[in-house]
């Protein structure tokens, strides 16, 4: 049996649809798999099971990708198509049976409108696949010992971002309730990204920094090691709740009711003002400082 499963370019929303995946692995378990996505989402499939490719869609003009995804998958008579871009791709293969999602924004949750696509309710949360070297080379660098917190001051544009000095005093409160606790950095490849997050750095000089040139799932393979994430509406938000340890997003510029991360210990603390375009800067810290201590208490019984 094969299945084709195009879902979206972004990391976030790739992520979101993992859940759909994993039910299809388990649903379907003499399957295997193509995904098609974008390149910098193609990453977190490289340990998925029973993934025999990953075609990367780069964008071209007059939508030229999708002529390019037709050519690469119009040989194989496809059992089930799971389109999550709302394309017409699928009706120009040889499909045996196709889902395809309705483009375009809506309200809503999105993992929602994920699980609807196949009837699941709810939906099913996020996964992510690493492997044993990757979780290996994770305990290396976030040995046992400390307790460790996951900082993300960094997003895809800098409407989304949380003041890093507000990071900084966040960690700073925690570390008063356990002085065990010990902050690791992450952030996204490029000088861009490592800016965004230097005075963080600059300012927690006993932080780990990651460097920003860790692969989706190394990344995820630390993220399992944390007790706890707290970070700006992010794909790195996304994974950090697919690895279903406690995560905190933070919201103003975006809408939390369409993108708060989805997992089991996963919260929102969200900026006043209007919904999807509250200047970040009026969130403040003590908001987050009483969710982050709540996750902690509930995850793990304790504030730290």
Known sequence: MHIL?????????????????????????QADFTIACGPVAAGLFAHMPRRVRTIEMVKQPWDRHWLELWRQCRGTKW??????????????????????????????RRI??????????????????????ERAQAAEMLPDGPHWIALGPTANWDGKIWPAERFVAVFR??????????????????????ERAQTVLEQLPGALDTGGNLSVTQVAALLGRCRLFIGNDSGLMHLAAACGIPTLGLFGRSRASEYAPSGPWARVAMAPGPVGNAPMEGLDVAQVVTTARALLRDRWGTKG
């Open 112 to 133: 929602t409108h994920i699980g609807n696509l196949l009837d699941l309710d709810p939906a099913p949360l996020p996964v992510v696949w690493t492997s044993a070297a």
């Open 79 to 108: 059992d089930l198509c799971v389109d999550l871009r709302g394309s017409v791709v699928s009706y120009f293969l040889r499909v045996g049976k196709r889902h395809v999602m309705r483009g375009g924004r809506r309200p809503g």
């Open 173 to 194: 409160a925690l570390h008063e309730d356990d002085p065990s606790l010990r902050s690791v950095i992450l952030y996204g490849p490029g000088h861009a990204e490592r």
């Open 5 to 29: 499963f195009i879902t979206s370019t972004r990391l976030g929303d790739a992520i979101l649809s993992t859940g759909l995946l994993d039910t299809l692995l388990r649903r379907y378990p």
